[in-house]
């Protein structure tokens, strides 16, 4: 099936690359925070965005697409998933996402795990997934490692962006891989920082290969990076004086990008979050008590910290579904928005939690994520509100490219739509 | 990674974070033996007079509940989902004395009584959560709270999950408030074959789990077939390792629970000399006499045909499978048995028996005329069973598969009552049945609704415009966000 659906995109890709695409009369979303425009036009050519809006004229020669009761919106950007990482989580042999038992940490370049070929990566596609922030599970250390954003186009080629941030736990997770405590998780960072700068000043000098090293030479190189501020570190914790802890480092280490993931108790230290200008990747119904760490659990903690002036994108954590149930977790921001004592999002912003705001929290925005004029083709066109629950993408783009509407979930459903064997096994049952 | 779900995904699979993987590591292996049955007891004849038999007690931790006070009530001018597969728009619901009166299109209301304007709102019956762990796996999820799975042996049908329900789970306030949840089911783990009795809960807040229990409830018994049991036991490097172990043990136990049977049905018929009792064979006699409902994790297809003729081997019933992710497989097979499949609407890929899992599993079944309804394993799943049960409708619709929105209500009520024995009880929205209502502030189907009003027994205990309305557990009693909106 998978060379069947390389084939298939590849025959699609010769012609249409240069096509120049205009998608008509739909209810245009452009995933920047920005109500719904109604009426809208999409014009996308050489894998890029043309111009999304009303008034936006159809080139000469275009192929129409018309989208009349229809609605066009950026593809979903799943941020802070293991898909194109695994087959299937629980099944050890098909899981790249965690290395728990490797000697390298900061270094692990979580793209070489990369598989286009992984189902789930056309199952979410129909789902209206089309790009993803990959990130490795921490295992043997507070440091996962570098991850990745993807595309989830039918074709081999699937980084958009290798090493493109560091991901490390700092709270309990990481108090308990850094052996037992969140100081420790601390004083493990700030060493594997020093490490690293003594390996600039004098890499010869540097013991990055023997077998106690606790930083490597690739982490090392890693870790600069995120010194440096080149890439952004991601950084998990939850509860709230974590939260200070994780924006105090800047004090110390003043070009680290910081991007928050998890921040259950944010709303608590909103004002704080907002000044640092660190955004979050949150997840949006994280409502329990979980553990001691995410006490204040509310699902107002989003609508909060953007109300703070907090920039905030929703993580694709704890959905079982699938990345596309992202949708699913913005809808219900726009739902208690309506709830006394509440606070959601707006239908514009919800649109952007899961589409511009992952791609801004780790610098892409100019690249991924929206309908803007010169962002990369990620296009789905919905037979409704792309939040609403009845709503499912009919037309995907990805880089301009028109991507097949199957996967393996169609296969298994059409060949059991009725249970009972025909004149054949099942196994002959094939479209 | 940021831990959120903790439902089979998590505490099944996840090796490096479960809650409940991390207690079986460090559970001590302790051999307990398969529910050992004293060697056959037979006693030579006497002339002397038999002793009447005396029956054990069939409910020794009995229900405590009682419904809280509530005003009649009626509703009138909503959209209502009976919850037996009727809709009535602009209609009316009554209800008085913790109990449903009447529900047509228009109702006058009795003197006194609460009336309330449903505008552009629906009333449905009060979500059933057939599979739940609340209060056995409870936030926070530390290791001190992992009551789910008694892992050391394979076969725990002595274990009782309501023992182990710590009713200041607020994780019970949260399916309330967020999920309209009414009623539910807490189960035991899936690590063991046989896992023990489960207990069906009113969801109403009380200092024990006895003031929780669903009057009149059968027990469950929880088994489990596929992957959990052989790898937890495999691990410890005992039987069962295989699926052909997993079934082996089960029929080794039900041979033992048919003889304790044979031998506990003539004691209490004829008397004499009471044989010894086993408190996990009385479960398993439960449910070889049809009084206790076997609920059956299971995955796939072939599996599932199995389990159901080792049921007809032995003779019992399986009630329902739970997960059932490759149901509609074998749809013709689960209508044939009068077997219900309680499934996720598109939890698929976690784990490999869960590879084949498809967005049309509850649809496919329910248009082959098998019983079958949504659950949700999950604390977070729990909160929103009505958001998954619309996007089975969205997946059925676009593969050509209508089913009414009105019809699907009763995979979340009026289905799983019936699955859990309770369905004269509660369930629909029948004159008599418990009061047991949501008024959503919207059409339950869409992302943008939530509940609003929650009533359980005619009691209003969830009011989203009334803070005084809304539970707060003793855990989060003083706690930061203690009695925010959640």
């Known amino acids: 099936m998978t060379r069947a659906l390389f084939l298939l995109a590849t025959m699609l890709a010769t012609p249409a690359a240069a096509q120049t695409v205009a998608i008509t009369g739909g209810t245009v979303a452009i995933g920047d925070g920005s109500a719904p425009i109604e009426g809208g036009t999409v014009v996308i050519a050489n894998g890029r965005i043309v111009a999304a809006g009303r008034g936006v004229a159809v080139p000469a020669g275009a192929q129409i697409v018309d989208a009349t009761g229809k609605w066009v919106s950026p593809g979903v950007v799943s941020a802070i998933t293991d898909l194109s990482l695994v087959d299937a989580d629980g099944v050890q042999e098909s899981n790249d996402a965690g290395a728990r038992n490797s000697p390298f940490k900061a270094g692990i370049d979580v793209s070489l795990g990369v598989n286009p070929a992984a189902v789930k990566v056309a199952n979410e596609r129909l789902g209206g997934v089309t790009r993803a922030l990959v990130a490795p599970n921490a295992g043997g250390s507070i440091f996962a490692g570098q991850g990745a954003v993807i595309d989830l186009g039918a074709d081999p080629d699937a980084v958009t962006r290798p090493r493109a941030f560091q991901y490390v736990e700092l709270g309990e997770e990481g108090g308990k891989l850094a052996g037992g405590s969140r100081p420790a998780a601390h004083a493990l960072l700030r060493d594997a920082f020093a490490q690293a700068q003594d390996y600039r000043r004098n890499p010869a000098a540097f013991d990055g290969r023997s077998r106690d090293a606790l930083v490597l030479r690739a982490d090392a190189d890693a870790l600069l990076r995120v010194i440096d501020g080149q890439v952004p570190l991601l950084v998990h914790v939850e509860r709230a004086a974590d939260i200070r802890n994780v924006l105090a480092l800047t004090r110390d280490y003043p070009k680290l990008k910081l991007v928050l993931v998890g921040a259950t108790e944010g709303w608590l230290v909103a004002k704080e979050i907002a000044t640092a200008r660190v955004p979050v990747i949150a997840a949006a119904l994280a409502d329990l008590p979980a553990n001691f760490e995410n006490l204040a659990a509310t699902e107002s903690n989003v609508g909060r910290m953007r109300a703070a002036g907090v920039p905030v994108a929703l993580a694709s954590t704890g959905a079982s579904g699938g990345d596309h149930v992202l949708r699913q977790f913005a809808g219900n921001l726009v739902a208690i928005a309506r709830i006394p004592g509440a606070t959601g999002l707006d239908w514009g912003q919800a649109l952007a939690s899961i589409t511009s705001a992952p791609a801004e929290a780790i610098g892409m925005g100019g690249e991924i994520g929206s309908l803007r004029t010169g962002r990369r083709a990620d296009v789905v066109l919905w037979d409704g509100d792309p939040l609403e629950l009845s709503s499912v993408p009919v037309a995907t783009w990805i880089d301009g490219q028109p991507q097949p509407m199957r996967s393996r979930q169609s296969e298994l459903r059409d060949r059991y739509l009725t249970s009972t064997e025909g004149a054949l096994p099942k196994a002959y049952e094939r479209r | ?486």
């Open chain 2, 1 to 486: 990674m940021i831990r959120v779900a903790t439902g089979e995904k998590k505490r099944g699979i996840d090796m490096n974070s479960g809650r409940a993987i991390r207690a079986l590591l460090s559970a001590a292996i302790v051999a307990v033996p398969l529910a050992g049955c004293a060697a056959d007891g037979k006693k030579p004849a006497t002339a002397e007079k038999k002793a009447p038999p005396v029956r054990y007690a069939r409910d020794p931790y009995p229900s405590t509940y009682r419904a809280y006070p509530g005003a009649p009530t009626l509703v009138r001018n909503a959209t209502v989902f009976d919850g037996e597969g009727r809709r009535i728009d602009g209609g009316a619901v009554l209800f008085a004395d913790g109990k449903v009166v009447a529900v047509g299109q228009t109702l006058d209301a009795p003197a006194g009584a609460t009336v309330i304007d449903g505008q552009g709102k629906f009333v449905t019956p009060g979500i059933v959560d057939i599979h739940s762990h609340l209060g056995d796996y409870p936030s926070p999820g530390v290791q001190a709270h992992s009551d789910g799975n008694e892992a050391t042996a394979p076969i725990t049908a002595d274990v009782w999950a309501e023992h182990s329900v710590w009713p200041q789970d607020p994780g019970f306030g949260r399916a309330l408030a967020n999920g309209g949840v009414t009623t539910l089911q807490i189960l035991p783990g899936s690590a063991n074959l046989m896992g023990g009795r489960s207990v069906v809960l009113k969801n109403v807040y009380a200092r024990t789990m006895q003031a929780m229990k669903f009057p009149g409830a059968p027990y469950g018994l929880k088994m489990a077939c596929g992957e959990n049991p052989k790898r937890v036991y495999g691990s410890k490097n005992r039987e069962p390792s295989t699926r052909m172990g997993n079934v082996a043990v089960d029929r080794q136990t039900w041979a033992k629970a048919v003889a304790y049977k044979r031998k506990w049905d003539k004691y209490e018929k004829e008397g004499g000399d009471p044989p010894e009792r086993d408190i996990g064979m009385d479960t398993l006699r439960g449910v070889l006499s049809g009084e206790i409902l076997v609920q059956n994790h299971c995955y796939r297809a072939d599996e599932m045909a199995i389990v159901l003729d080792m049921a007809k081997e032995f003779g019992y019933k399986v009630t329902a499978f739970h997960h059932a992710v490759e149901a509609y497989k074998i749809a013709d097979l689960l209508k044939a048995s009068g077997t219900c499949a309680a499934v996720w609407a598109d939890w698929y890929g976690f784990k490999m028996e869960s590879y084949d899992g498809i967005g049309e599993n509850l649809a496919i079944l329910d248009r082959s005329g098998a019983c079958a309804m949504i659950h949700s394993d999950d604390e977070n799943g729990i909160q929103r069973l009505n958001q998954e049960v619309a996007k089975v409708l969205s997946s059925a619709r676009h593969a050509g598969i209508q089913i009414s929105d009105a019809a699907a209500w009763k995979w979340l009520s009026l289905g799983p009552a019936t699955a859990l024995g309770i369905d004269a009880q509660t369930g629909s929205l029948k004159p008599g049945k418990m009061a047991d209502v949501v008024l959503w502030n919207g059409n339950p189907f869409s992302v943008y609704t939530r509940p609003e009003k929650v009533w359980v027994d005619g009691a209003l205990l969830y009011d989203a415009n009334d803070p005084k309305r809304r539970p707060v557990s003793d855990f989060e009693l003083g706690q930061p966000g203690s009695g925010d909106v959640k």
